[in-house]
C-alpha cells in the first residue's frame, strides 16, 4: 500500500480510515485487498445525484460564549459549504462528497436523548425540552480529523455538563458511553457491515464534564445539517474528530470504560483517548502535520490541537504513547 506524506496529499485521497475498512470487507469475503486502486473502485459511488445548492438550518438563537474557558481563534473559519460537503458520517456514505446528499432527508424530529446507568435521576429528554433547558452559544474550535485534514467550526451548543449535572451522577460513574440511533431504513451503510452498529464512543467522566466538551444543535448560527450530526451530536476540540459522534440518541454513565467504534475496528490503529497528538503518529501515517480544507500548504498540528492549556492536566501523569 502506497503511504503519501501529509504535503502529497489531496483531499480526494485522505482516506486512511477507508482504507482500512476496505481491507477488512474484502477480508470478510475472503479476498485479499493488495491495492488502493482497487479498493477505492469498490466503494466508488457512481451515479451519485448532484447535491442541493443551498442547504440551510433554522436560524438560532445564539447567545456569546458565557465565559472565559474558550480560547480564542484567530485562524479563519471554515466555509460553510466546505463543512457541510466533506463529511464523516459513515452511516451515509464513505465518500466524504456524498453524505450531504444521502442524508438530506433524515428525519430528526420527534427526537429524543436517554440519559441513564449510574446517575441518580435517569430521564429521556425530549430534543426541544432539552435545547430549552440550556441556552446554545457559540464555540469556535479547531476541528482535526485523525485522516490529517482540519477545519475551524463556529459550533453551536452546550456544556455537555450542563445535562450530566441535571441527571446527578453517583459516585462510582466513571465514564460516560455515548450511541448514534440505529435507523438502517434511513442510514443505508447499516445494512452493511462498514462498521459495527450502531456506532458508539465514549469519554472519561472527567473529559466528559471538562467546560470545552459540548453537545452541538448547530453551527454558524444555524441548527445542524443531517451532515453534519444532527440532530445533536457531541464535540470535543482536543481529541481527533470521530470522538465526535453524531445523531446521539442515548447516553449512559458506567464504572467501565465503554467500547468504541473505532477501536472495534482497529485497536492497534484508534485508542479510547485519541487526543490530538503531533508526537503520536498513528501506525500508518504521521500526525505532525494537518491540512487545513480551504488553505493551500499544511501547519503543524499542534499538541492538544492547541487545547493543551484548557485541558493538559487530565493527563498529567499518563503515558500518552500507551493511552493513545
Ligand atoms: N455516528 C457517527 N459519528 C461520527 C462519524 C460517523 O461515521 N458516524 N464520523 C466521525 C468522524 S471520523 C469525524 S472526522 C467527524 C466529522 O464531523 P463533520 O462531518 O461534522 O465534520 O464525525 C465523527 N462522528
Ligand atoms: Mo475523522
Not at 227 to 251: C, H, T
Not at 284 to 292: A, H
Not at 294 to 313: H, K, M, P, W
Amino acid at each position: 500500500m502506497l503511504i503519501k506524506k501529509p504535503d502529497d496529499i489531496k483531499r480526494s485521497e485522505i482516506t486512511p480510515e477507508q482504507t482500512y475498512l476496505n481491507r477488512r470487507n474484502f477480508m470478510r469475503a475472503g479476498v485479499l485487498a493488495g491495492s488502493t486502486l482497487l479498493t477505492a473502485a469498490l466503494y466508488r459511488e457512481f451515479a451519485v445525484p448532484e447535491e442541493p445548492l443551498r442547504q440551510q438550518g433554522e436560524k438560532l438563537n445564539v447567545q456569546q460564549a458565557a465565559n472565559d474557558t474558550v480560547p480564542p481563534l484567530t485562524e479563519a473559519r471554515t466555509s460553510f459549504a466546505d463543512i457541510t460537503h466533506y463529511n464523516n458520517f459513515y452511516e451515509f456514505s464513505t465518500d466524504k462528497s456524498a453524505v450531504a446528499y444521502k442524508a438530506r432527508n433524515f428525519v430528526t424530529r420527534p427526537w429524543t436523548v436517554a440519559v441513564e446507568g449510574l446517575v441518580q435521576k435517569p430521564k429521556t429528554f425530549d430534543l426541544d425540552d432539552l435545547l430549552k433547558l440550556a441556552p446554545v452559544e457559540e464555540r469556535v474550535y479547531r476541528h482535526r480529523c485523525v485522516e490529517g485534514w482540519s477545519m475551524v467550526i463556529p459550533w453551536v451548543g452546550f456544556p455537555l455538563a450542563r445535562l450530566l449535572k441535571e441527571v446527578e451522577p453517583l459516585g462510582q460513574a466513571r465514564y460516560v458511553a455515548f450511541q448514534t440511533i440505529y435507523a438502517p431504513s434511513q442510514m443505508p451503510n447499516q445494512s452493511t457491515g462498514v462498521l459495527d452498529w450502531p456506532y458508539v464512543e465514549g469519554l472519561r467522566l472527567d473529559e466528559a464534564m471538562h467546560p470545552l466538551t459540548l453537545l452541538v444543535s448547530g453551527l454558524y448560527g444555524q441548527t445542524l445539517l443531517p451532515q453534519n450530526g444532527a440532530p445533536l451530536r457531541l464535540v470535543v476540540p482536543w481529541k481527533y474528530g470521530f470522538k465526535g459522534i453524531k445523531s446521539i440518541i442515548k447516553i449512559t454513565l458506567t464504572s467501565e470504560q465503554p467500547p468504541t467504534t473505532w477501536n472495534l475496528a482497529a485497536s492497534d490503529e484508534y485508542g479510547f483517548y485519541s487526543n490530538v497528538n503531533p508526537n503520536v503518529d498513528h501506525p500508518r501515517w504521521s500526525q505532525k502535520r494537518e491540512r487545513r480544507i480551504g488553505e493551500f500548504g499544511v501547519r503543524d498540528t499542534l499538541l492538544f490541537n492547541g487545547y493543551a492549556e484548557q485541558v493538559g492536566q487530565l493527563y498529567s501523569g499518563m503515558d500518552l504513547r500507551a493511552n493513545f
